[in-house]
Every structure is written in C-alpha cells, then in structure tokens.
C-alpha cells in the first residue's frame, strides 16, 4: 500500500472513531476527498484486519453507514468495567412489535395493532423509547393522521444484522411476501 492509501486509511480510521455514531459514506468521501470505491475499499480492508486480527473492535456496516463499535465478545467484560448493567430484554409483546415493523415498514400502529389483535400502544412507545423505531412520517390522507413507524440503525446494531435485507424470510410466505399454504399455493390466488 502506498503511503497516501496509508495516510488515507489513518484518516478514515480516526474519522470513525471520533464519529461515535454511524458514519455515511458520502460523509467520509466528502471529507476525504475520494470516490465512493476508494472509501469502499478502505473500508473493507479496516472491516477485515478488525475481524481478521480479533481486535477489540470491530467496523460495521449499516446500509450506507459505517462505524466503529467493540467487539460483540468484550460485552462481558467491557460491562463489567464501566459497571454496566446488562440491557433489559425485549418482553414477547415487544418482539412482536418490533418483527412487524420490521417486516412491513413503514407500518401504523394501527396496522401493528391489527396483526396482534391488541393494543399496541404501550409497546410501541417503549420501543419508541429504545431506539428500536422511529417515526418516519404520517399518513395525512387517513383520519387522524396516523404516524409511520420504521426500525432504526440501533435495531440493525442491537440485531447484529447490516440492512433489512439480512432478516430471515418468515415462516409460511412466499417472496414476494404473500402468506403461502402447506401445499405452496397462495390463498389468495386460490379465492380468485
């Protein structure tokens, strides 16, 4: 590597810790003054040594963002050091929630509320609250204006996963997202 990819990589790797927070890659190629498959570059081979060198932290990818974050296997003890205490765990109401946000964004929560078959209310502001979802809109056509609800970069880093594409299929759909029967047809096709 030569030593202005060197100085670059320097650049961006100080860039993302200061950052604390995900950084998008239009930022860090502004900033650096290079085309987004340089940045690309850098990125991955800091993504690897991190991974490759079982470093203490790690470069993860959201979408179009980076960013620095400590190794998931510190969490132990890096909790222990700063006294920390373990996150609460999601109740099931919650998980629930949070799949069919997650799933169908941009949802209601009256969309929400009618796949459950309850209230939803509550779940959705303590999901509010941990920055799990956000608001993204309302629908201003609609009585009431009811807001829109999608997951945020901390759902895609609490899920160690990088965008909504890495979420596993659902039982029982097809892909295009319709709901299948046992022997493959769509019930939906069969009303027809």
């Known amino acids: 590597m030569n030593r202005d990819m060197k100085d670059l990589e320097a650049a ?10 995900p950084v998008h890659i239009d930022r860090i190629c502004s900033s650096l003054e290079i085309g987004r498959s340089t940045a690309e570059k850098l990125l991955g081979k800091l ?8 470093r203490g932290i790690r470069l993860i990818h959201m979408d179009n963002a980076w960013q620095l974050c400590s190794a998931p ?8 050091t700063f006294e920390i205490r373990k996150p609460a765990k999601l109740s099931q109401p919650a998980l629930e929630v949070l799949a069919i946000v997650a799933y169908y964004q941009p949802v209601t929560r009256a969309y929400v509320d009618q796949v459950r078959g309850v209230d939803s209310a509550y779940t959705v502001g303590l999901l509010l609250e941990r920055n799990l979802i956000e608001v993204c809109g309302q629908l201003k056509e609609q009585p009431g204006r009811p807001r829109l609800y999608r997951t ?8 160690h996963i990088g965008s909504l594409e890495e979420l596993p299929p659902l039982p029982g759909m097809d892909d295009s997202g319709q709901l299948r029967l046992d022997d493959g047809e ?3 096709a069969a009303a027809e």
Do not use: M, V
């Open 152 to 159: 945020t970069e901390n759902f895609l880093r609490s899920f």
């Open 47 to 54: 993504h690897d040594y991190y991974a490759f060198e079982r």
């Open 12 to 21: 961006l790797e100080g860039i993302l810790f200061a950052a604390g927070e």
């Open 186 to 188: 769509n019930p939906d």
């Open 73 to 80: 296997e510190l969490a132990g003890i890096i909790r222990r």
